[in-house]
């Protein structure tokens, strides 16, 4: 869909790296003001309005000559996306486990993001992609942003009500001792 040149591309992955730095930079903030799940559901949801809008601008709706320009700023979507569902998927994970297992936890979400993301998720996109077309491609992903956003949302309230965050202090004073 994008027919663009080897060096357009890796302006997109430029811009698109640089756009994580801010939000890795106010993480903290960020994450005081939404919360874990808030910033993953934000990251969701700005990952299905990116899709939206890609899939618009790959429609024939905007011309050859401004698509361009269109994906390029749709590229700054993509850093805080990114960026806000790493951030707080990793600093839920460290609040959970205790001092123990925290680098344990870290591995199996940096296995599941390759695995099921780079892995799974690349090769069932790009299936679709080569045998349905972009269009179809983008429709779809919407459909997993959306999956996800409601299980990331029922998930919260779960947690809320029934996973009680462990105390720090405790554990660490209890696997010293």
């Given at each position: ?14 811009v ?5 730095l801010?939000?890795y930079?106010y ?6 003001i939404m919360g ?11 990952a ?5 809008l ?5 429609s024939?709706?905007?011309s050859d ?9 749709l590229q ?8 806000a569902?790493?951030?707080a998927s ?6 959970m486990a205790?001092r123990?297992?925290?680098?344990l936890m870290?591995f199996l ?7 099921a993301g ?20 983008y ?8 999956l ?6 029922l ?5 809320k ?6 105390d ?7 696997e010293?001792?």
């Open positions: 869909d994008f027919e663009r040149s080897r060096r357009i591309q890796g302006v997109f992955t430029l698109s790296v640089l756009s994580t801010p939000v930079h993480s903290q903030k960020i994450r005081e874990h799940f808030g910033m993953i559901q934000s990251s969701l949801l700005i299905a309005l990116r899709l939206c890609t899939k618009f601008a790959c024939g709706a905007v000559g401004g698509r361009t320009a269109w994906l390029l700023v700054l979507l993509h850093g805080y996306h990114f960026a569902n790493w951030v990793v600093e839920f994970l460290d609040t205790s123990r297992n925290r680098s870290q979400l940096n296995m599941s993001y390759f695995t780079a892995g799974a998720g690349n090769l069932w996109w790009s299936v679709v992609y080569e045998n349905q077309g972009g269009q179809e491609a429709s779809r992903g919407l459909w997993l942003c959306m996800d956003y409601v299980f990331v949302r998930f919260s309230s779960y947690k009500h029934h996973i009680p965050t462990p720090r202090r405790e554990s660490s004073e209890i010293s001792g």
